[in-house]
């Protein structure tokens, strides 16, 4: 393995796949590995949203933007299909796309609960599984769990399990891709700021108790997410498989002083 001369772009002649990659995390990571040498192919539901999201990255003629929604097989077969077109295949997967609603486990609603399952867990099983026909033998597929797999949050149990579901498919896969030398990883932000954050955490107080959860005394941006995915699909991480790496400012494992 050679290592990266500093200067040199990581994700030269690379494709990456971003799902949910319009906004937050995901509109951060494919900032990065465009600005990295990366193409880049950024999914979610709104159009207008990837429209807005394909001005601000101006990534040319390396970026595809593709409407998909993950929870349905036949988006991703067409996003495949659009991919294969355009880019002939992917180096690096990031199933980023997922959604939340916390309430307490009496007021979910049988809606409720397909919607964060067909989302958080069969969106990432359907993005890695129509992904792999494109994805190169020694790529690397990243997913986005969560903190709050790690520790109970009295508000988070349904979508606590989904991402518990979706980082358990880090594990499994690491060792069912591992012929193809795919590595399979998984990243769990802690509260990062993102419209999922400011639509779940709505009031500045409560903003500020999640500040104090962590030890850094503050919320996480999405580029320090985005800077965690990309290691882990360089080759700076070649021989980090199946984990699940927390990105929290130390809220699961460290209490404040
Ligand atoms: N913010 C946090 O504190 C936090 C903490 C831990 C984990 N996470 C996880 O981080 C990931 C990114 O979230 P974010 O915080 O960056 O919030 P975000 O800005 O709301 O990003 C979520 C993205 O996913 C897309 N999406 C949602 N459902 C989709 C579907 N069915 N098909 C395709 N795309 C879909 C959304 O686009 P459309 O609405 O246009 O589809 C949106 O671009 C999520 O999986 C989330 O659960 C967030």
Do not use: C
């Amino acid at each position: 393995m050679t290592l990266n001369i500093a200067g040199a772009a990581r994700f030269d002649g690379k494709v990456a796949l971003i799902t949910g990659g319009a906004t937050g995390m995901g509109f951060a990571t494919a900032q990065l590995f465009l600005a990295e040498g990366a193409k880049v192919v950024i999914t979610g539901r709104s159009e207008d949203r990837l429209k807005l999201a394909a001005e601000r990255l101006d990534g040319g003629d390396r970026l595809l933007t593709v409407a998909a929604d993950v929870s349905k097989p036949a988006d991703l077969a067409r996003l495949t299909d659009e991919v294969r077109e355009r880019f002939g295949h992917l180096d690096v997967v990031f199933a980023n796309a997922g959604v939340g609603v916390f309430k307490r486990i009496e007021e979910f609603t049988e809606e409720d609960v397909d919607y964060v399952v067909d989302a958080n867990f069969k969106g990432v099983f359907y993005t890695v599984q129509s992904s792999l026909p494109l994805l190169r033998d020694g790529g690397s597929i990243v997913i986005n769990a969560s903190w709050t797999l790690h520790r109970g949050l009295a508000i988070g149990s349904l979508y606590a399990a989904t991402k518990a579901a979706a980082a358990n498919l880090a594990k499994t896969l690491a060792s069912d891709l591992a012929d193809r030398r795919i590595r399979v990883n998984s990243v769990s932000p802690g509260y990062i700021d993102t419209d999922m954050f400011r639509e779940s955490v709505p009031t500045t107080e409560a903003r500020e108790d999640s500040a104090a959860q962590s030890v850094q005394k503050r919320v996480g941006t999405p580029e320090e997410v985005a800077s965690t995915v990309a290691f882990l699909a360089s080759d700076a991480a070649a021989f980090v498989n199946g984990v699940d790496l927390l990105v929290d400012g130390g809220v699961v494992n460290a209490i404040p002083a």
